[in-house]
């Protein structure tokens, strides 16, 4: 009896460990995946060729990432300009200003923001964002616009990545204790001087990683961007032209990509740049924000 | 000055924080007021017939099923694994080890990865192993998609579990595996709130499905044959340039809306209501 107990014991111990071990090397799985998928247009080409070039010819063999990695920055960095002041003063509304009544009301509708799927965002964008662009704010600036753009791209991810900014500032912004902001009141500030000079001071580190993080999000963003952004091979010449972004690329691509070898690999270069640089970005800002709020305990 | 300043100030955040509800409001009412039309009960009921995709009579049941299945099975197969992680990381080792702090790190770097990049590593992973686009297939990488969701968000729960309430049962003589088993109650509202939020992500998610679960206008009976999915159905009349195929993308993201709104809602509820009494 009490063997078959210990038995148990030990049987139930290998499992969970052996499923903790499997669940970390996913990770490096994925990784060397992709590295060995796109190691033969990785050995094939000069390196910086690849990401430097923007003729995209892959039935003539010819593979430059330029416009793709161009359109991811492009649009991402809309995104950021967009939705930075807006989670910002949300953020701090939210953990600051509002009562508690306000806060149970606000907290869950960013989350459900935060909750709609993708495609939803993308036949939303389609129905309002990109007619938008291109009937009312396009004509202004140049002639001819279908509204599938850099900026119809950059607004929808925009309001993807408000959602998480808002919620990691919130967090943040509650891990500083209280007798910081009274210190501040106690010499005679007022709370928007509090919030400006002392709080947001101290919690820019934790707005850092805010960024970082919904930057690699924007990043990665496949199905949305997909929907509005055009997706044609040239490079954008200004923000109402088509873009094509990395995540767009293997999804738009993946079907007829077995036909020619050397294009399925570099559609796994493709997946492997956005693995790479959001690894670097989730970890970086994971570590900021670990040490952010273990500060104050 | 500073007093007109601070006044100005507050009225700035709050303006930002209605902005925000109302955005949220109006994508609601944008896909309400395009969804309800085209909306029937032949769109829920019926998988698509004969000339579907040039607007002729079905509906997206297809979908709807596959969509059901492969979360449901990602959903099993995540669970079957989260599950013991967070207890060993939590419960068998110490909670703040260097080696549960570096796999906490990890499962978060896994968070962020993006759907597209599980997609095209599914892909390869099924090419592999000789696989076609298939319900497998599909589960297999929304399951690798949800597992750092669920193992982050049961392991906040787990995180909170006070010692006395894991010494109480080993005290009594109960091994390390018996102990686990009067935990889980612990963790019940991590679990169900885990289990929503998973369920959501997962069946909102389209990159995934786009390269591996293939689609199909039938229901699948089994889970070698390719599976459609809602996200898909949607994004693929979308492309459609008839308009009756159009409307029904719109029929199609309204269903999806309010699936993700139940679930978020039962979430919300749920965790409220099996956290009273811990």
């Known amino acids: 009896m009490i063997i078959s107990r210990l038995v148990k014991d030990k049987l139930a111990r290998y499992y969970m460990f052996v499923l903790t071990i499997f669940c970390l090397l996913i990770l490096f799985i994925i990784g060397g995946g992709l590295i060995w998928k796109s190691w033969p247009i990785i050995k094939g080409e000069h390196f910086l060729k690849l990401l430097t070039t923007s003729s995209w010819r892959p039935f003539k063999g010819e593979f430059g990432f330029a416009t793709f990695i161009l359109s991811t920055l492009y649009v991402t960095g809309i995104a950021i300009i967009i939705a930075l002041p807006f989670a910002l003063l949300t953020s701090i509304y939210l953990s600051e200003y509002a009562t508690k009544r306000m806060k149970k009301f606000f907290i869950p509708v960013v989350d459900l923001l935060s909750g709609i799927p993708p495609v939803i965002y993308g036949v939303w964008g389609t129905l309002t964002i990109v007619p938008l662009i291109s009937e009312k704010i396009a004509p202004h600036f140049v002639d001819f616009s279908t509204g599938y753009s850099v900026l119809a791209g950059g607004i929808v991810l925009a309001i993807m990545i408000m959602p998480l900014i808002i919620s990691i500032i919130i967090e943040v912004l509650s891990s500083v204790p209280t007798e910081m902001r009274e210190a501040s009141y106690s010499v005679g500030a007022t709370k928007h001087e509090t919030i400006i000079k002392v709080l947001l001071r101290k919690v820019a580190p934790g707005i850092f990683a805010a960024i970082i993080l919904a930057i690699s999000r924007a990043f990665g963003e496949t199905i949305a961007v997909l929907m509005v952004c055009g997706n044609f091979t040239d490079l954008p010449k200004s923000i109402y032209d088509s873009c094509y972004p990395l995540p767009a690329l293997i999804a738009n691509n993946y079907g007829e990509m077995m036909s020619v070898p050397k294009y399925e690999s570099a559609l796994m270069f493709a997946a492997l740049l956005l693995f790479v640089i959001i690894v670097l970005f989730n970890a970086v800002s994971r570590i900021i924000l670990n040490h952010v709020e273990k500060r104050y305990q | ?278």
């Open chain 2, 1 to 278: 000055m500073r007093k007109a300043k601070n006044i100005l100030f507050k009225i700035l955040t709050i303006t930002s924080s209605v902005f925000i509800l109302t955005l949220l409001l109006f994508i609601l009412y944008i896909i309400v007021r395009k969804g309800l039309p085209a909306m029937n009960w032949d769109m829920i009921s019926k998988i698509p017939e004969g000339g579907f995709y040039l607007g002729k009579a079905g509906g997206v049941l297809n979908a709807i099923i596959g969509s059901i299945y492969l979360v449901g099975g990602a959903v099993i197969i995540s669970i079957l694994i989260s599950i013991p992680v967070v207890m060993y990381l939590n419960f068998i080792i110490k909670k703040n080890s260097i080696f549960s702090r570096f796999a906490r790190l990890c499962y978060d770097i896994l968070f962020g990865i993006p759907s597209i990049v599980y997609g095209a590593f599914g892909f390869t992973l099924m090419v592999f192993f000789g696989i076609k686009a298939s319900l497998l297939g599909g589960m297999i990488t929304i399951a690798l998609l949800i597992i750092p969701i669920m193992i982050r968000s049961i392991d906040e729960v787990a995180y909170m579990v006070p010692r006395d309430l894991i010494e109480a049962p080993k005290s009594l003589g109960a091994t390390n595996y018996e102990t686990l088993k009067v935990l889980v109650r612990q963790l019940l509202p991590g679990i169900t709130t885990a289990v929503l939020l998973s369920i959501g992500r997962g069946i909102g998610d389209a990159a995934t499905v786009l390269l591996t679960a293939g689609y199909t206008d039938s229901i699948p009976t089994s889970i070698t044959q390719p599976a459609a999915s809602l996200p898909l159905a949607i994004f693929f009349q979308l492309g459609s340039p008839i308009p009756e195929v159009q409307n029904r993308a719109y029929a199609s993201a309204l269903i999806l809306t309010i699936l993700i709104l139940v679930i978020s809602f039962t979430a919300r509820y749920f965790s409220k209501k099996l956290s009273k009494h811990i």
